[in-house]
């Protein structure tokens, strides 16, 4: 069976001359100005018309399925994004009003507490040196042999 859609718009609709209420008003029947779709389960009583219906859906089909076709094929030529690789190590700074100030921690590059600016090895290993603090949840002093 097939559900065509009727349009209701404010608070009544004409249908075959009759005046049909929108469900949905308030109480006392005012309009809320909002659009409403009505499934209504109607064919047409005959073959010729019941055929035509047919061709057309056949037809919408076809457009649906080239265009989800088209679709997939934009998303199969869309690149997909590279995420840079994740830095080795990272070096925390104060924030100071958008401002980067003094360093404050070292961590290792996987480390889910660290924010700051990506660094090399020998830089992690010199800011600890200088006694910069160590990440205590990702210890970069132990992955880097310094005792500290």
Known sequence: ??????????????????TVREPGTDRSGRDD?????????????DLPRLRTLETW?????????????????????RPVPVRPPRPDWLLETERLGGRDGRPVRVHVGGCGQARGRAISRAQAADALGQGVEACYGCRPDTELGILG
Do not use: C, K, Y
Not at 33 to 45: A, K, N, Q, W
Not at 65 to 74: K, N, S, T, V
């Open 33 to 45: 100005g909002r659009i409403r779709l009505e499934r209504v389960s109607e064919l047409p009583p």
């Open 57 to 77: 859906l056949r037809l919408q089909l076809a457009a649906v399925r080239a265009r989800i076709q088209h679709l997939e094929q934009e998303e199969r030529d």
């Open 1 to 18: 069976m097939l559900a065509s859609t009727r349009l209701f718009i404010g608070s009544e609709v004409r249908d075959r001359g009759q």
